[in-house]
């Protein structure tokens, strides 16, 4: 117990009046004659004692009756914290990604929470709040209350190490202060752990709000494959959590008109199947209702008109398997032998294969570093007798090292980087049991860290160099078996492919995204995004038969984009939510204990107040000062 005017208790003091008054008495005694005490003798002794013990129970109901006024006065009180005097600094995160949509009692979590922080927090009192994308900076519930009733989702989450960074930035550096912390969210998993690095002096208030259900169905992605040449199968896949359906209508729809609609069974499985046409523009989206989780029940795609990716094959070797693999379906291959080549033809390829030439010429070399100097992908394998200087010459120019010495001992091709671009994706693990291809000679070159595949002791068999991919030894059937190796088709077919990154079926929002797209554009002229909001200019690089543009904040929601050369549209590129929200696994806040665990903002809030709020006691030494001056007056009146 403290008082808030300590100074009043020498008052106390004061209680040394009725002990004087009853110790002393003033008053005199009358005599009073009387014919005869003899008989009232033994009233007298009892008389006596009474009056003693009535006057001590009177000094002490009004010694107590004086110290109750007195403590009254000073106004004692009671805390429930030793920090009730420091002043306070609140800082709140509100989750509100796409998880925060899960349904609550009243609502959405998320409008749950808002609900609890406009009805339980003043409206005066400075704060600070922060969202996944918002900041709202020493300010009051008040201000920014029309702000929180509008508050939409967002396709962000921050990292919980980020969300406690940003918040200890928040808090003022007095350390005086008392910092309160008010985490809420749903908690769910991430990929990091959940770790509280903040000072001692910052209260996390972890808030985990939890849904009624846990259950969702979402749309996690899309395949298409040809079936037949006019007609193509679009693979669906679906994902469940909880059994809140045992079916679900799926719907297919093409520029918005309702192309088809089906169901998935999901005793059966979560996959739905749709046959679409081949070879013509589809600006596809897909639709389920889930009552759950709704930002994840639609999907967009589309199939632009196929741009082939143009591979030119200069050879003075066999070069049948090139052929074979860059196949018209996909790519529009030339070959050409270095005789009969159209160096005019270098500047509108997307890839130029330099297929075991013996020599290259200088009026090729210039022509080829031109190419790859405009963005143009270019693969070297050397010959077995191949003319070093032209080669170096070449390799010096596009900055990719030179060439060494020919050795002649057998080598071995068992260091795979399957992590590699190339070959990400293409081995559903790493496989060490197969046959690996080798080699009877090659050239020497460093150990470069971007080896796709290298011998046995770590030397170079094809590294990568930016867009040029160099080869240190000759694959023909005479000096190597690497042409019958199962390697040979993704390594040669992904080279293809990441010569030209036409756009895919769909893209996710918030990754950086470079897609190619076949272009000419002149000095000043530029490509736009257009959606039905707004129009944006992406990062764009122009180069011969393409532009490569780069996208990362736009679009900001999930939908089909127009890429336009001016008025011209020259495709449509699908972007689409990340599924992560939809993984509705959440952390046990309850089993960390350097925070403080609440299930509803409510509870936690109120936890706050009362660790500040004072129990003032002076009313009840009020009350007991009245309970002592009825006593006296009772023992004055009924006690003989």
């Not at 190597?480 to 080279?495: A, E, G, M, W």
């Not at 929200?581 to 089993?591: A, I």
Request: net charge negative.
């Amino acid at each position: 117990m403290q008082f808030k005017h300590p100074e009043l208790l020498y008052a106390l003091l004061l209680l040394l009046i009725p002990i004087l008054i009853h110790l002393f008495q003033l008053r005199r005694f009358k005599k009073v004659a009387f014919t005869n005490v003899k008989f009232l003798k033994d009233i007298e002794v009892q008389t006596r004692k009474s009056s003693q013990l009535k006057k001590w129970l009177i000094l002490l109901t009004r010694m107590f009756l004086l110290a109750c006024v007195v403590i009254a006065f000073a106004q004692p009180y009671t805390t429930n914290s030793d920090d009730f005097k420091a002043s306070q600094e609140t800082v709140i995160y509100l989750d509100n990604s796409f998880s925060m949509q899960a349904k609550g009692k009243n609502g959405s979590i998320l409008n749950t929470a808002i609900t609890s922080l406009l009805e339980t927090l003043p409206e005066t009192e400075k704060i600070s709040l922060f969202t996944n994308n918002q900041t709202f900076v020493n300010t009051t519930l008040k201000a920014i209350k029309n702000d929180l009733i509008q508050l939409e989702y967002s396709s962000e989450q921050l990292p919980y190490s980020a969300v406690l960074l940003n918040s200890e930035r928040l808090f003022s550096k007095e350390a005086e202060t008392q910092k309160n912390l008010l985490f809420i969210s749903d908690f769910q998993q991430q990929d990091e752990a959940f770790s509280n690095p903040l000072e001692a002096n910052i209260k996390v208030n972890a808030i985990q709000l939890q849904p009624q259900e846990v259950a969702n169905v979402s749309i996690d992605s899309v395949a298409v494959q040809m079936n037949g040449s006019e007609t193509m199968n679009l693979e669906v896949f679906l994902s469940q959590q909880g059994d809140a359906y045992e079916e679900l209508a799926v719907s297919l729809f093409n520029d918005e008109v309702l192309v088809t609609k089906t169901a998935v069974d999901f005793s059966l499985g979560n996959t739905v199947v749709f046959t679409i046409p081949a070879n013509e523009l589809f600006k596809g989206k897909l639709l389920i209702e889930d009552e759950h989780l709704s930002f994840d029940n639609d999907f967009y795609f589309n199939l632009n008109t196929m741009n082939l990716i143009n591979v030119l094959g200069i050879s003075d070797a066999d070069d049948r398997f090139l052929f074979r693999i860059y196949q018209e379906d996909r790519f529009d291959f030339t070959a050409a032998s270095l005789q009969n080549l159209n160096y005019s033809l270098i500047s509108n390829q997307n890839l130029v294969v330099l297929n075991e030439l013996e020599s290259i010429p200088e009026n090729l070399i210039t022509v080829l570093a031109t190419f790859v100097n405009n963005n143009g992908h270019l693969v070297v394998i050397p010959a077995a007798n191949s003319d070093l200087n032209s080669y170096n010459k070449l390799l010096s120019l596009i900055n990719v090292g030179s060439y060494g010495r020919l050795i002649t001992n057998e080598k071995r091709i068992t260091n795979i980087n399957f992590s590699h671009p190339l070959l990400n994706n293409v081995f559903d693990k790493s496989v060490d049991n197969f046959q690996y291809p080798k080699v009877d000679r090659f050239y020497s070159q460093g150990m470069g860290s971007s080896a796709v595949l290298r011998f046995e002791d770590g030397n170079s068999f094809l590294q990568q160099y930016n867009t040029s991919y160099v080869f240190t030894a000759p694959i023909s059937a005479d000096y190597s078996n690497f042409k019958q190796s199962p390697l040979i088709v993704p390594v040669f077919y992904n080279i293809g492919e990441r010569s030209l990154k036409l756009p895919r079926l769909y893209y996710t929002i918030g990754n950086t995204n470079t897609i190619d797209i076949a272009a000419s554009v002149g000095t000043d002229e530029i490509l736009t995004l257009n959606n039905e909001e707004t129009a944006v200019i992406p990062m764009q690089q122009a180069f011969n038969q393409k532009v490569s543009i780069t996208t990362d904040e736009f679009p900001a929601s999930s939908g089909i984009v127009d890429v336009k050369q001016k008025d011209q549209i020259l495709g449509q590129l699908s972007y689409n939510y990340s599924r992560k929200e939809s993984d509705l696994r959440y952390l046990n806040m309850k089993d960390y204990k350097d925070l403080n665990y609440y299930q509803t903002v409510t509870a936690a809030i109120d936890s706050i107040k009362s660790a500040t709020n004072i129990n003032a006691l002076w009313k009840w030494f009020v009350i007991f000062a009245l309970c002592f001056l009825v006593l006296e007056l009772l023992i004055l009146k009924y006690f003989k």
